[in-house]
């Protein structure tokens, strides 16, 4: 191996992947906030059937490509790409197509920030010594489960799911992994109103996003956020009583 290959890449070089993502979701933030909006989406309805009739394939691969571009560089629009997807392909296959562009782009906001900060700050974390290190091991030691908890737990924004775990030395496997199965349920139910809107446009209305935190929808999910935070809880109780 040569110096050259020996030599680490220069800190800018590293962060460029990260810096890129936080300048396209700030001009995105100022000049697409009203082109990905619902009543961009009424407006153009009659125009995306008919391309998706006439060109069902080539829909499917460019509407999977803008979820992993509006996912990879937080744009605004994320929750009206959801609700595209099921207008333009129904609750299934909508919802697969949704998952997988957010867990494409999601891995892509993963492998910036790791490279750029992650693989350093994990190190720093795993030397370091006291109530820091506690952290990192508590995390470690419970991975599957913290990962599934906040991707199931509807308050936690999805650019701080993507970035916490590059942040603390994730394995990008189980990263996408628990990306791809914990958002499933969220982006079911949002994909289902987005197959509704079709009525939704026809009465004039606008859908109801909160449809999430309404008690039949909410309270499931919120038992999944048990399952997935019962094993973290049990390991806590067993290492208090020193088992």
């Known amino acids: 191996m040569t110096e050259m ?3 680490p890449a220069h ?24 082109y990905l909006t619902f009543d961009a989406l009424r407006e153009n309805r009659e125009a995306l059937l008919a391309f998706r009739d006439d060109n069902y394939v080539l829909t499917v691969l460019v509407f999977i490509a803008a979820y992993i571009v509006i996912v990879a560089f937080s744009l605004p629009g994320a929750t009206i790409a959801t609700l595209t997807g099921g207008f333009l392909f129904a609750t299934f296959p909508g919802a697969l197509f949704n998952i997988t562009g957010a867990t494409l782009g999601a891995i ?17 974390m795993e030397s370091s010594q006291g109530s820091v290190k506690k952290i990192k091991e508590g995390i470690d030691n419970n991975q599957w489960e913290m990962l599934f908890l906040i991707r199931l737990v509807p308050a936690v924004p999805f650019f701080v799911a993507n970035l916490v775990p590059a942040l603390v030395g994730v394995p990008l496997s189980r990263f996408a992994i628990s990306t791809f199965l914990g958002i499933i349920p969220g982006a079911v139910v949002y994909t289902s109103v987005g197959a509704g809107l079709g009525e939704v446009f026809a009465r004039g209305e606008t859908p109801n996003l909160g449809i999430i935190f309404e008690p039949a929808i909410l309270l499931p999910i919120l038992g999944l956020c048990a399952l997935a935070a019962l094993p973290i809880v049990i390991k806590a109780v067993r290492g208090k009583k020193g088992l």
């Open 108 to 124: 892509a906001i993963f492998l910036a920030a790791r490279w750029g900060l992650g693989e350093k700050l994990a190190a720093k």
């Open 5 to 7: 290959t020996q030599k």
């Open 11 to 34: 800190p800018l070089l590293r962060n460029l992947p990260l810096i890129t993502i936080i300048i396209v979701a700030v001009l995105g933030t100022i000049y697409l906030r009203d």
